[in-house]
């Protein structure tokens, strides 16, 4: 397995690697000490997404991931990746959608181990409330992914 930080407009993210796919995506903590870590062909393609991705040159990952969990977890998910770059669905309409309840969905969305590729920050709440977001800066955070895929960008 290897591992790749890379510097974002929010913050450092830590890609993980089987070697053949992006298995987790993570916000490391301040207290996290860079080591020297492995790193492979996929976190490389990867690494290059998400600096285009955060460019605004990309709007769609192609970057093979590796995705475990639950059968819910794994529908949210599935329907987290087919919401167009640019547009949001509520808890609500992936729940309706997979038929299931709001707040399941929300803990999966909180269990997403691959954020910004797996784009859990395109689930809001009823109305387009902005609620719960587990990385970085929290609502923040998604505030700023948002913002950056509807063309409004601005500075965390």
């Known amino acids: 397995m290897g591992q790749k930080t890379i510097n ?11 070697g053949h796919a992006i298995t987790r995506v993570t916000w490391p903590s301040t207290s996290d ?10 976190l490389e393609s990867a690494a290059m997404e998400i600096k285009k991705y955060f460019s605004g040159a990309l709007t769609h990952f192609n970057t093979p991931i590796h995705l475990e969990g639950s059968a819910l977890q794994l529908g949210v998910w599935e329907v987290m990746r087919a ?12 729940a309706k959608s997979i038929g299931s309840e709001p707040q399941a969905v929300g803990t999966a969305c909180g269990q997403n181990p691959i954020p910004v590729i797996v784009p859990c920050h395109r689930i809001v709440g009823a109305g387009g409330k902005l609620t719960g977001f587990s990385g970085g800066n929290g609502i923040e955070t998604k505030s700023f992914l948002l913002d950056l895929e509807s063309g409004q960008g601005r500075l965390l």
Request: charged share 5%; proline share 9%; net charge negative.
């Open 83 to 94: 919401i167009p770059f640019g547009q949001v669905l509520t808890y609500g309409d992936v």
């Open 33 to 42: 000490v860079p080591g020297a870590c492995a790193t492979d062909a996929v």
């Open 8 to 18: 974002t407009p929010v913050g450092a993210l830590t890609l993980s690697s089987n």
